[in-house]
């Protein structure tokens, strides 16, 4: 366990000071627009909650959006060395923008995952050029259990995707996390809702 935990903290040194600035910065930012709300709420999920995360203030404001999209790429600098064909994928609607500003970042092509298919064309829940064997990072705007993610999930695996890591700006921490990993995937909160109460 020793080995690992060493392994770990050195792995992640290196660039750690541009991280936790981004981060402070994106908390800040976050903050600002009052983007939690407290009273009680629906979420999509069905669950009740006593508090909201009105992420629709952040994914609507270039500032946020440029702050986010320079986050993940450091996260992803690795992995853009190393997979040319990597694809940044964001389920509609609430997660376009931010897969549109990671899109713009890392210039790399855009998926947008449907949530429906199209009932004209193609037919087809998955916009953009998805090929067999392409590695596919997959951003989200709020999770609480997960569930719209996996659905994305399992739509870009059934054709053929690669997703082993998901970002998201804000983890509501009620499980999103455990549920991915079941499915093997890594889920990377930029933020989590603690921090921003």
């Known amino acids: 366990m020793g080995e690992n935990t060493l392994k770990k903290d050195v792995d992640n040194t290196s660039g750690n000071t541009e991280i936790d600035r981004l981060k402070e910065e994106l908390i800040s930012n976050l ?18 909650s006593n508090y909201y995360v009105d992420i629709k203030k952040a994914t ?10 320079k986050l993940i790429k450091y996260h992803l600098r690795e992995q853009l060395d190393k997979h040319k064909n990597l694809k940044i994928a964001g389920v509609e609607l609430g997660s376009v923008p931010i897969a549109t500003a990671v899109s713009l970042e890392t ?5 947008i995952i449907r949530k429906k298919p199209k009932d004209y064309g193609t037919k087809s829940k998955i916009e953009g050029e998805l090929n067999k064997g392409d590695s596919v990072v997959i951003v989200e705007d709020v999770t609480t259990t997960g569930g719209s993610v ?16 998901i970002f998201v700006i804000v ?9 991915l990993n079941s499915n093997n995937i890594k889920m990377i909160p930029l933020v989590t809702v603690n921090e921003l109460k």
């Not at 407290?38 to 069905?46: D, N, R």
């Not at 609507?60 to 999209?69: D, H, R, S, Y």
């Not at 983890?171 to 549920?179: C, I, L, P, S, T």
């Open 107 to 111: 210039e790399r092509e855009l998926l």
């Open 31 to 48: 903050k600002e627009v009052k983007c939690v709300k407290f009273g009680e709420f629906t979420l999509a999920s069905g669950k009740k």
């Open 150 to 165: 996996l659905k994305a999930l399992d739509e870009i695996r059934s054709e053929g995707g690669i997703v082993k890591e």
């Open 60 to 69: 609507t404001n270039p500032k946020i959006l440029k702050i986010v999209a």
């Open 171 to 179: 983890d509501r921490m009620e499980g999103a996390m455990e549920n």
